[in-house]
T-cell receptor, first 111, second 115 residues
Framework: ELKVEQNPLFLSMQEGKNYTIYCNYS?????LYWYRQDPGKSLESLFV?????AVKQEGRLMASLDTKARLSTLHITAAVHDLSATYFC???????????FGTGTRLQVTL | DSGVTQTPKHLITATGQRVTLRCSPR?????VYWYQQSLDQGLQFLIQ???????AKGNILERFSAQQFPDLHSELNLSSLELGDSALYFC??????????????FGSGTQLSVL
């Protein structure tokens, strides 16, 4: 059974600081997704990482994938308050494309 | 706006009752997925339909069932409801080609409260 773990579960950081969220998964997969969810809202797709070594950046967020280590990271650069949300990674288990989600990391950026 | 429409947004009902959640996928998308989000279980995949046929099953209870109709909209039926079924139910859709970087597009969800 595919397991996806994220850490930390909760992250409080000051504006302007940098930090990294980690996503580990238990079985081979070459397709990993990052989503953002605001409280009570839907999930918004941030990144799709399709191969080993893939790196994607959008604004202050950068995601990378190491399929050999079964690890993805979401790096936040110079955080701003608007980035406060819960971030999920999700791994495509290869079976009919269903995604297994991580536990989520709740990010709180303080002024 | 993802283009995936879910109704109703909120649903309050009693234990033992039956409810139906509805989802209309993005125009042109053939796959529909149902997910359940709760505080204790997180985001759990329930079931997937592709062009009217069941494609994959996840952690879906026997009390729950789903279908996808010829117009591609989908319904999730929850029966004999229990307090523990209270959760946010998401529908997502994707295009026909998963070999490319197709994302799942999520609807805004239906918040189910079982009292």
């Amino acid at each position: 059974e595919l397991k996806v773990e994220q850490n930390p579960l909760f992250l409080s950081m000051q504006e302007g600081k940098n930090y990294t969220i980690y996503c580990n998964y238990s079985t081979t997969s070459d397709r990993l997704y990052w989503y953002r969810q605001d409280p009570g809202k839907s999930l918004e797709s941030l990144f799709v990482l399709l191969s080993n070594g893939a790196v994607k950046q959008e604004g202050r967020l950068m995601a990378s994938l190491d399929t050999k280590a079964r690890l993805s990271t979401l790096h936040i650069t110079a955080a701003v308050h608007d980035l406060s949300a819960t971030y999920f990674c999700a791994v495509d288990g290869g079976t009919a494309s269903k995604l297994t989600f991580g536990t989520g990391t709740r990010l709180q950026v303080t002024l | 706006d993802s283009g995936v429409t879910q109704t109703p947004k909120h649903l309050i009902t009693a234990t033992g009752q039956r409810v139906t959640l509805r989802c209309s996928p993005r125009s042109g998308d053939l796959s529909v997925y149902w997910y359940q989000q709760s505080l204790d279980q997180g985001l759990q995949f329930l079931i997937q339909y592709y062009n009217g046929e069941e494609r994959a099953k996840g952690n879906i209870l026997e009390r729950f069932s789903a279908q996808q109709f010829p117009d591609l909209h989908s319904e999730l039926n929850l029966s004999s409801l229990e307090l523990g079924d209270s959760a946010l139910y998401f529908c997502a859709s994707s295009g026909p080609n998963r070999a490319t970087n197709e994302k799942l597009f999520f609807g805004s969800g239906t918040q189910l409260s079982v009292l």
